[in-house]
């Protein structure tokens, strides 16, 4: 059993004066011999001879947690001047601003026992100096970071697989989870506070790994939580609205992951420009990029690098072909259904292939491992054939629809959805998610996601509203159910399913805690729908993949 605040780290690393950290990065000199080994930014992690970086947070400051953090064995603590003053005061936490001063000093005896180091705005060196500490391990990776609204996770196991199959031991950071060679760790963040993050990747190369397949998010990049590492690769899947309550507005969440395609973060990089945020990107990025057009819109089409053609269904997903303008061309497939899953496999191939591998290799490689054939915890996770049962994260009105286009083709009888929306977040795309649930399923099982602190009831009237005027404006014969609690929603469409139909269950994907008036309750869709699928008795199940994040039923 983990705890979120389980991290991987290295085991061996050769400690560094914090007399060289703070001239190496302009810091006042603390006059003392004290050693570090890592860095952490939470005390709740921190380990012996780590460098405690003490930042200020929405709510809390860092510098409140340092003497528990020394007292665990940390060896040096960096802050802001406000942490310097908590520390300065009574007992360590007065906050008498006045004895902040002058920042470029270091902080005055705070009886901790240690020596403080003060920076202006700590997080902006953070990744820099955590991945300074433990001896710059991005350097000595192959790097490939992928941003978008969309796709990331997708496309992080799909560069994870094609790497594999060419033969280098690779590491993987993102949503679901954080791999270094064997060991494996679910994750709290897509993409790891940078401390974390750092100490990650030197553990990659204790465990010799040799590539690294990694998420950045907006929120990632706006932290600093990525800054020590220059992607060899970085690729963008695609921009749609969200994130709005952290960026604002659309075009600042746009400047946001833009600065991914900056030298500071990318050698290089891959864009999908298959919508305007991707056509402008590429123009305005600063680092060299090779665009990638996946759905054959003639505007994006004829000036992109890579194109994708040829597109036809394979098994349960695609084939197609990614051809780049010089003539270099590669045929493959991808398992997962949909066109969106084509545009995310070609993006990780076209990252591999500007990351400097042979096309030959390539196809080779993917030849001898069933094409892009990730397995991707909670996304289009096939858990039985019949009734094809799967689970998604689509958890927005846009991806429920595409993940119900993407099963239509494959189903030869009736398509069943299983949703619900979030409570306490965007209540405005409650009534979309029930219209485009009715608009693409044949029979619709509303029901709870994570209420947080509302009234669940009150959550699926909102879904329904938006279903039942869709019924009214629709032409096609959809039944329409609302079922609480989720379980007995999923048990129910598993139960009613026929042979030949299919039940999506979308919204949760990988998760495994459901939030119910503050309460987190065991909830995993992949359980729930497997202990269904094992009461039919006549089900074909697909074995269990193993995730970090998997647990034991233990709802009745
Ligand atoms: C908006 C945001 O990103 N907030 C992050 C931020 O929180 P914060 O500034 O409020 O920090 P705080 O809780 O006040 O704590 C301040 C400092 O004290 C430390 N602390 C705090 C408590 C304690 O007991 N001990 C301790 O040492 C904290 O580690 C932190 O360094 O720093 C915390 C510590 O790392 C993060 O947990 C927290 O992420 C929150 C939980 C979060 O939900 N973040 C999401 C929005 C996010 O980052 N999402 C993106 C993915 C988005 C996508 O879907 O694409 C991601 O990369 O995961
Ligand atoms: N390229 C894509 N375009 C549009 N939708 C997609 C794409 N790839 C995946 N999706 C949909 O978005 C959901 C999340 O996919 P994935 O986890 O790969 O993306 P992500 O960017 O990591 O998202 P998140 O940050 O929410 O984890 C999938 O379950 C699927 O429904």
């Known amino acids: 059993m983990t705890s979120p605040f389980d991290r991987i780290r290295p085991a061996a690393v050769t400690p560094r004066q914090v007399t060289d950290l703070a001239l190496a990065f302009g810091l006042a000199v603390p006059g003392s011999d004290a050693t570090v080994t890592c860095v952490a930014s939470d005390n ?193 899947t695609n921009l749609s609205q969200d994130h709005l309550d952290f960026h604002g507005d659309l075009e600042s969440y746009f400047a946001t992951k833009k600065q991914l395609f900056t030298p500071a973060h990318a050698r290089r990089g891959v864009v999908t420009a298959d919508d305007p945020w991707g056509v402008r990107l590429a123009q305005e990025s600063e680092v060299p990029v090779a665009t990638l057009s996946t759905t054959g819109t003639a505007t994006t089409t004829d000036a992109a690098d890579w194109v994708v053609t040829d597109v036809a269904p394979s098994g349960t997903g695609s084939a197609f072909t990614v051809t780049h303008r010089d003539g270099r061309t590669l045929r ?33 490689a993917l030849d001898a491992s069933g094409g892009l054939a990730a397995t991707v915890p909670g996304r289009m996770e096939v858990v039985a054939t019949s009734p094809r049962v799967v689970v998604d994260f689509a958890h927005n009105t846009e991806a429920l629809a595409l993940a119900l286009d993407a099963l239509r083709p494959t189903t030869a009888g009736r398509l ?81 399913a026929a042979p030949a139909d299919t039940v999506l269950v979308a919204g949760r994907g990988h998760e495994t805690i459901q939030e119910i008036a503050g309460v987190d309750h065991a909830l995993d869709d992949r359980v729930e729908a497997r202990a269904a699928l094992a009461a039919r008795g006549d089900a074909v199940m697909v074995p269990a993949q193993v995730t970090g994040k998997q647990h034991e039923r233990t709802t009745a």
Request: glycine share 12%; net charge negative; charged share 20%.
């Open 44 to 236: 709740r992690v921190v380990a012996d001879g780590d460098l405690f970086v003490a930042l200020p947070g929405t709510r809390a400051h860092g510098a409140r947690f340092a003497a528990d953090a020394v007292a665990r064995g940390a060896t040096a603590v960096l802050t802001d001047a406000e942490g310097a003053a908590l520390l300065a005061g009574p007992a360590g936490d007065a906050g008498d601003e006045s004895r902040a001063g002058d920042e470029s000093r270091a902080a005055p005896g705070t009886g901790l026992g240690v020596p403080v180091l003060v920076a202006p705005d700590p997080r902006s060196i953070l990744g820099r100096v955590a991945a300074w500490v433990v001896g710059n391990p991005a350097d000595r990776l192959m790097t490939f970071g992928v941003t978008g609204t969309n796709g990331k996770t997708t496309t992080t196991y799909q560069l994870a697989h094609l790497l594999r199959a060419l033969g280098w031991k690779g590491g993987l950071v993102g949503t679901v989870e954080t791999r270094s060679g064997d060991r494996v760790l679910p994750s709290r963040l897509t993409t790891p506070e940078a401390a974390d993050l750092q100490a990650v990747l030197a553990a990659m190369l204790e465990d010799e790994v040799r590539t690294l397949a990694m998420e950045v998010s907006s929120h990632a990049l706006a932290q600093h939580r990525a800054d020590g590492i220059v992607f060899g690769v970085a690729g963008f």
């Open 416 to 496: 069943a959805v299983v949703f619900g929306a979030t409570g306490d977040r965007d209540p405005g795309k409650r009534p979309l998610m029930g219209a485009a649930a009715v608009a693409g399923a044949d029979v619709v099982y509303v029901t709870d996601d994570d209420p947080h602190d509302e009234d669940p009831a009150a959550v699926r009237a909102a879904v329904l509203d938006g279903a039942r005027a869709e019924l009214v404006l629709g032409d096609r014969d959809v039944t329409l159910h609302e079922v609480a609690p989720r379980e007995e929603a999923i048990r129910a469409a598993v139960r009613d």
């Open 332 to 364: 493959t497939s991808t398992s997962l259904p949909g066109a969106y899953n084509v545009a995310n496999a070609a993006l990780a191939l076209v990252m591999v292939l500007e990351g400097g591998a042979d096309v030959r290799d390539v196809a080779e």
